[in-house]
């Protein structure tokens, strides 16, 4: 098999952090529509302020 050059672009993943919450509700409030961003804002929020007190969310 030949090796092919492709425009592909490498990506990092990493874990998410409490400060990038802004970032994802933009992401999704795009990608979906406005209404799934105030949800993805809540969803991120409350887990976060769980992960903080030490409790499963």
């Known amino acids: 098999m030949k090796n ?3 425009n592909m672009q490498l990506i990092e993943i990493s874990k998410m952090q409490a400060d ?3 970032e994802a509700v933009e992401l999704v409030s ?3 529509n406005p209404d799934e961003g ?3 804002d809540k969803t ?3 887990h ?3 992960m903080e ?3 499963d969310d």
């Open 20 to 22: 990038e919450i802004g």
């Open 44 to 46: 991120m929020n409350f």
């Open 30 to 32: 795009k990608a979906m």
């Open 48 to 50: 976060f302020e769980c």
């Open 53 to 55: 007190k030490g409790m």
């Open 4 to 6: 092919r050059q492709t």
């Open 38 to 40: 105030k949800w993805a």
